[in-house]
């Protein structure tokens, strides 16, 4: 019987740094349309497009029932964080924000694993 003990390998991305994927899951406030909220998006996309540390936004929505998410990969957990922060007073950002029912948002802020 091997009785010994396997050790597990290095991860050799573990000295690499750590990009930072933003997940925010929210619903429109009730009577806002699709087509009202796509036609702030760009003001938020120029706000991301400025932001250091932005890599890349991708807007995912589920039309049977309302849901949307949006999904932004930031170069680090700084950068995620201080975009958020800025993003609360942007006037780029303002309008899409409006449309956005505050009781049923969820951001997270995950790092990259592997």
């Not at 995620?80 to 942007?90: I, N």
């Amino acid at each position: 019987m091997n009785t010994s003990i396997a050790h597990a390998k290095p991860n050799p991305y573990a000295s690499l740094p750590r990009k930072m994927t933003e997940i925010v899951l929210y619903q429109l406030k009730p009577g806002v349309s699709d087509a009202a909220f796509l036609g702030a998006v760009p003001g938020v996309l120029r706000f991301l497009h400025a932001q250091r540390g932005f890599i890349s936004h991708r807007l995912l929505h589920d039309p049977a029932d309302g849901r949307w998410v949006d999904l932004v990969e930031w170069a680090s957990r700084l950068s995620a964080e201080q975009a958020a922060h800025a993003a609360k007073s942007s006037p780029d950002c303002a309008p899409a924000f409006e449309l956005i029912d505050p009781r049923h948002t969820t951001l997270l802020h995950l790092d990259t694993a592997i």
